[in-house]
């Protein structure tokens, strides 16, 4: 394995072929696939099986439909992929990889692939394709940077996405994916965590807040009548450096004066339905929060820094799981933490001392599925002005990473969409490549010393990636780590 | 006395039939597209974010796709100065063509006619670029089928062959006119007798045909995208 070096930004790969075409996610057992309600394994029928259901997937998605007949092949989108940038493998070219889609799309459902398919690049469906599928698909984090630059608005994760669902129909689902999704099924969060042991959790958290702070804070759990119902991704309760803006985030609630509670329902804020591509498992997981919500008559649903989860929760969460009629309709359903915490500082209610993060010289990394996937506040743009100006009031030194990294043309982490799995090493590290030049950048030139996300697989990624680039692992921040550092907490 | 000889294989009548039937199966074809587009759902709000917050912030979203191409402005330059050069050139062409449509054609017309040749001439210049760029930059020769480089060709010859019949002895648009006014009122007129007129119009009936069934339908594909269609709007609980 090796890691690629550090390039210019930005920078103009060469195409390697098939650079990529052995690093392969682990398949799904039998019978996990089977406990999710899939076949266990390939049925002897399985070509006629994926033409059906890819047949259901286009009569369910116009944007499926559409993005298939639309594309040009322009090529706009070629050099876009943070995989392709660090790998070269020509088919994490975005076209390329919705094109092992197309060609059969082609071939079985339009008049000019099944009549000319040498003509317009359509194909055979094999069991080789499938394996090709099986392979590219999972290494899309379903990130959407290429569909900023896509003229006519297609959007490969829709793609890919689609082709997720199509493999698990007839038995190949990824392993990694399927199996968070059946522990939240089971267990109630993705690290499968049972509610006794989030309780011990949360008690040695309140020990370590009294510790540092000299006060009582509490995490309650299941405190029904609580204002809000803060729903966190479960990394958040232990990982580094998660767990340290989960307190940050907790300082932010005390010092609100507003009640709050988590729920053993809803101990999970990620909902890796996206990542499958099945609606239903989508589904499934949303209705959780609206259950605890109910449970709890609470009044408000927050939730905290989670990438993916705040996209589900901002653009599905309604139709998924709706309505939320019995909320308090004067605030956003749901709404981010961010969302709170800049309400406060904007009136003032919580006091802030910049100078206490004066060791931290700090770059933002925009989080790809609260960039392209979801808002933030009630402005156009707010995903990417609410997280620099709560960094700019609790910091004094902060600076952007180059033009094109940043904002709506921000690099995935390289570890989003179910890829954040160890046999994906080779991928993560590649994929982390864009993002690790573009910091580079403001390392030698600013002196930058740590990179604040907002999303939990972005930082399990850093803490895991960086040190392969020569950082340390610990130089990658949660937002509300530095929010709580700041905070100034009354004794 | 004819400057080029009467075509030998296709007749008159045959050419009006081939080009009708072309224009009938684009037009129903394109309609059916339209219709099967529209009725297909759309389950999730998928927009590209930052995405609008009202209807008339996606309508100049869409402005801005169409008429600038801001996505890809933003994606690759080259690719932009070609490709908006060619559409913007195909455009005003297909404006310059109403001269055949109108009696009295209206002014703006008359003056696409005078500058028929630099619309020419941006045409080709963004389709050899796009052509070129196909071949020489590997990442885009990889993605292409043998189509997507026969697409370009086929504007190419419409385009040359078109401006063909303004060089040497011009083919009289005044017939030819008089051929589409028949066409409007169902009546069958004779065109006039030129191989480049039957090449140019030839060409254009494999470009309708081959619309509804080909990439061409990015066209209206690009209005039917939910990820540009959309409006930021989720959580006001608007949909």
């Keep these: 394995m090796s890691v690629p070096e550090k390039l210019q930004y930005p920078v103009i790969p060469l195409i390697r072929e098939d650079a990529a075409v052995s690093d392969r996610s682990y398949q799904a057992k039998p019978e996990l696939m089977q406990a999710l309600g899939y076949p266990g394994e390939l049925p002897t029928d399985w070509k006629n099986k994926v033409l ?25 989108c070629t050099d876009k992929c943070h995989y392709f940038l660090g790998g070269g493998d020509a088919n994490n070219m975005p076209v390329a990889r919705q094109n092992l889609f197309r060609s059969v799309y082609r071939r079985y459902f339009t008049l000019a692939g099944r009549w000319f398919p040498w003509l317009v690049g359509a194909r055979e469906l094999t069991r080789d394709v499938l394996d090709e599928w099986f392979n590219y698909f999972h290494q899309c984090s379903e990130c959407r940077r290429c569909s900023v630059y896509c003229p006519v608005g297609i959007d490969t994760s829709e793609v890919t996405m689609a082709g997720r669902e199509i493999l698990s129909s007839v038995g190949i689902g990824q392993k990694n994916t399927q199996n968070v999704i059946n522990k939240v ?12 042991a989030l309780k011990d959790t949360l008690a040695g958290l309140e020990e370590d807040l009294l510790d540092e702070t000299g006060i009582p804070i509490a995490l309650p759990l299941d405190q029904a009548g609580a204002e809000i119902l803060l729903v966190v991704p479960s990394a958040d309760f232990f990982a580094e450096p998660h767990v340290d803006g989960l307190l940050g985030c907790v300082k932010v609630l005390h010092a609100s004066g507003l009640s709050w509670t988590f729920s053993s329902v809803a101990s999970e804020a990620a909902n890796f339905g996206l990542f499958s591509g099945s609606h239903e498992q989508m ?8 259950e605890a919500a109910q449970q709890l008559k609470v009044k408000r649903i927050v939730f905290g820094e989670c990438g993916h989860a705040w996209r589900v929760a901002y653009n599905y969460l309604h139709k998924l799981a709706g309505p939320f009629d019995f909320l308090d309709q004067d605030y956003p359903i749901p709404q981010h933490i961010l969302e709170v915490t800049v309400d406060l500082i904007r009136t003032e209610q919580i006091v802030l001392d ?12 925009d989080s790809c599925n609260v960039a392209r996937g979801a808002g933030l506040g009630a402005e156009v743009g707010g995903q990417f002005e609410i997280p620099r100006e709560v960094l700019r009031s609790v910091c004094n030194h902060f600076h952007e990473m180059p033009q094109g990294s940043t904002h709506a043309e921000t690099f995935c982490c390289g570890a989003g969409g179910g890829l954040l799995t160890d046999e994906l090493m080779q991928t993560r590290k590649q994929g982390a490549l864009p993002r690790m030049s573009a910091l580079q950048q403001v390392v030698e030139n600013n002196g930058v010393t740590h990179m604040v996300a907002i999303c939990a697989i972005c930082k399990s990624q850093f803490s895991r990636i960086m040190p392969e680039y020569g950082y340390e692992m610990d130089q990658v921040l949660s937002m509300h780590q530095l929010v709580g550092n700041a905070l100034v907490l009354e004794q | 006395m004819r400057a080029y000889p009467n075509p030998p294989v296709v007749s008159e009548q045959l050419l009006s ?20 587009y529209w009725r297909l759902p759309v389950p999730f709000n998928i927009p590209i974010m930052p995405a609008p917050k009202s209807r008339l912030g996606v309508l100049s979203r869409l402005v801005g796709e169409t008429v600038l191409f801001k996505s890809l402005f933003r994606a690759n330059k080259w690719t932009w100065v070609f490709g908006w050069s060619m559409h913007f050139a195909l455009l005003l062409l297909l404006g310059k063509h109403l001269f055949y449509v109108y009696s009295v054609p209206p002014l703006w017309v008359a003056w696409l006619m005078s500058i028929g040749h630099w619309l020419f001439a941006l045409f080709i210049f963004g389709l050899l670029g796009l052509l070129l760029r196909r071949i020489v930059v590997q990442r885009v020769r990889l993605i292409s089928a043998p189509s997507d480089y026969l697409m370009l060709l086929l504007l190419i010859a419409i385009a040359v062959s078109g401006y063909s019949m303004h060089v040497g002895a011009a083919v009289n648009l005044v017939e030819v006119k008089y051929f589409v006014a ?11 007798a030129d191989w480049r007129l039957v090449v140019h119009l030839l060409l254009v009936s494999v470009l309708l045909l081959i619309f509804p069934f080909s990439k061409l339908l990015h066209a209206p594909g690009l209005f039917f995208a939910p990820t540009l269609n959309q409006v930021d709007d989720t959580r006001e609980g608007k949909s």
């Design chain 1, 52 to 76: 059906a259901s890819m047949k259901q997937q286009l009569e369910k998605s116009r944007a499926l439909r559409v993005f298939m007949d639309s594309c040009v092949q322009c090529g706009a």
């Design chain 1, 185 to 196: 099924n089971t267990i109630g969060n993705n690290l499968g965590m049972p509610t006794a």
């Design chain 1, 283 to 290: 589904k499934n997981i949303a209705k959780r929060i609206r």
């Design chain 1, 354 to 365: 910049k100078s206490r993060n004066d060791e931290y010289v700090v770059t933002y990394h």
């Design chain 2, 17 to 36: 039939l081939i080009l009708l039937a072309a224009f009938a199966v684009f037009l129903l074809g394109f309609i059916a597209r339209l219709i099967q």
């Design chain 2, 182 to 192: 028949g066409l409007l009122s169902f009546e069958w007129r004779e065109l006039p």
